[in-house]
């Protein structure tokens, strides 16, 4: 036989389930979460800030960072090729890398040789379905600035740079990368998320982007930005050890 609860009893039921937080279907406010974390990790041998990363000890501080953040996605600047691979194996994540032309070649990383070339990357979570790379049209003295955008099984994109120095006044190679790295952000159709070096305080996001940025970091504050689509995005700093930039973590939510 079945047993009908009095109204009354229905009522406290729902008041109950309400109290513990517990998450209605179809709520609007619930959004599936995506996180990316974004370094710059010095890592080619060459820059005076190599020092520091006092290598393999910044190979072990991106891999800490990511296990403690449990990202959906990472972005690395001024990293190696090798050592890209080896986070990714240890953590479990899919890579992509584009590597940056240096002198009109590859640059090897060096102290110690080995290491793959110099460049940037993305990790992802899930699967990585496509990717694409490709340079800008002006970069600053013998280094080749170049963007990376990654498709995940998600069907989110992920995008990362690093533009020159030089200033960003009209006219400049880092204004025109940034007028560049605009038109590609605002061509993709998926929802998309972006991180890195843009050695300006400017942002390149297209307008229909919102911006975060490291105005508030320790090291070299306000030239690594965040920009997106996906929604309620927040920003969260963590001073770094081995590296003379702060990373980024990002959180946003996929829209429905």
């Known amino acids: 036989m079945i047993r009908r609860l009095p109204l009354a009893a229905l ?5 109950a389930l309400l109290s513990t937080g517990t998450a209605v279907a179809g709520s609007a406010e619930a959004r599936p979460p995506y996180s990316l974390l974004h370094m710059n990790l010095c890592a080619s041998g060459y820059a005076g800030c190599y020092a ?3 290598y393999p000890k910044i190979v072990a501080e991106v ?4 296990e403690a ?4 996605a990472v972005t690395l600047n001024e ?12 953590t479990g994540y899919h890579h992509r890398f584009a590597t940056v032309i240096y002198r009109g070649a590859p640059l090897a990383c060096k102290s110690p040789e080995g290491r793959g070339v110099f460049g940037n990357a993305v990790l992802t979570k899930e699967a990585i ?3 694409e790379d490709a340079p800008f049209s002006v970069f600053n003295g013998v280094e080749q600035r170049r963007w990376l955008c990654v498709t995940t099984a998600r069907r989110v994109d992920v995008c990362t740079t690093h533009l020159s120095t030089g200033g960003e006044a009209p006219g400049t190679a880092n204004a025109t990368q940034c007028a560049e790295l605009t038109a590609v952000l605002a061509a993709r159709t998926r929802p ?4 890195g070096d843009v050695n300006r305080r400017a942002s390149c996001a297209p307008p ?3 911006t975060l940025t490291d105005a508030a970091a320790v090291q070299a504050p306000g030239i690594q930005h965040a920009y997106g689509t996906l929604a309620a995005p927040t920003l969260e700093l963590e001073p770094t050890t081995h590296t003379d930039h702060d990373a980024l973590v990002v959180r946003a939510g996929l829209r429905r």
Do not use: M, P, Q, Y
Not at 69 to 72: G, H, K, Q, S, T
């Open 11 to 15: 009522f406290g039921c729902l008041l």
């Open 52 to 54: 520091k990363t006092e």
């Open 63 to 66: 891999v800490a960072r990511i």
């Open 69 to 72: 953040n449990d990202v959906n």
């Open 79 to 90: 990293a190696c090729s090798g050592d890209v691979a080896e986070i990714a194996a240890r």
């Open 129 to 131: 379905h496509a990717s």
């Open 192 to 195: 998309t998320l972006f991180a």
């Open 208 to 210: 229909t982007h919102w």
